[in-house]
């Protein structure tokens, strides 16, 4: 039985038969030792600059890895930039866009992703406070609820501190000393001639005000004497 044999390759280096089972040689440029491999590895091979057009010599690995070649950074920066920036760079979405401030009315450059977060644009923070102030202001605001309640921190305090006097700085419910509280036996909103009256407060600890106002504790059941 004949055993036909594939030829073998020869030396990319120095032409001699490549004397190694077929299973070795994997590459498409074999070489038959050590050396001649090393020096295959070593060639190089003359390209030009993809900017300049200036002939340079290069890794043959290098030279055939890559498509663009530079001599310099000049050159690659100046190709990337002709490549990649602007009208070239298959990204470009038009570039910056011309507005105008909403309050001054400044020309203003801006990137069409700087154009999609807001409707309104400003040159300054100052000039985006004074249009605010102008237009987003008290009643202009969608988040204005009818101003301040007119309560006083002043009177409220004095207040607070005289019925806790009062009750001896002791909570009217369990006693306690600690974290003491004044509460508006009639609430506060619907009473305005109550507010600051003394007679319409009670002293609570904190956990006693907090079952008051979640509606675990009734005031009117448990008869407390105010003063």
């Known amino acids: 039985m004949t055993v036909l044999r594939k030829p073998r390759p020869n030396c990319a280096v120095c032409g001699a038969a490549v004397d190694k089972p ?16 090393g020096i295959y590895q070593r060639r190089r091979e003359t390209v030009q600059c993809s900017t300049c057009g200036k002939e340079m010599d290069r890794p043959i690995s290098r ?4 498509t663009r070649h530079f001599c310099s950074r000049a050159c690659a920066d100046g190709d990337r930039a002709r490549r ?4 070239g760079c298959k990204w470009f979405a038009g570039g910056k866009a011309e507005v105008s401030c909403d309050h001054c009315g400044k020309t203003l450059l801006l990137f069409p992703s700087r154009l999609k977060r807001s409707d309104r644009h400003f040159c300054s923070l100052s000039c985006r406070s004074a249009y605010r102030s102008a237009h987003e202001s008290r009643e202009l ?9 007119g309560r ?10 005289g019925v806790k006097r009062r009750a001896g700085d002791r909570c009217k419910l369990c006693g306690a000393m ?12 619907d009473n305005v001639e109550l507010r600051e009256d003394q007679d319409n407060g009670i ?4 956990e006693c005000h907090g079952a008051v106002h979640h509606g675990k504790i009734d005031l009117e059941r448990k008869a407390v004497q105010w003063v």
């Open 22 to 37: 077929p299973s070795m040689i994997r590459t498409a440029t074999p070489t038959c030792s050590v050396r001649c491999c």
């Open 63 to 66: 030279a055939r890895r890559y």
């Open 84 to 87: 990649l920036v602007g009208v």
């Open 141 to 149: 605001s969608p988040l204005w609820k009818g101003g301040g309640s």
């Open 152 to 161: 006083s921190r002043r009177a409220q305090t004095y207040w607070a501190r």
């Open 178 to 189: 600690a974290g003491l509280h004044a509460h508006h036996v009639r609430p506060y909103a």
């Open 203 to 206: 002293c609570l600890c904190k």
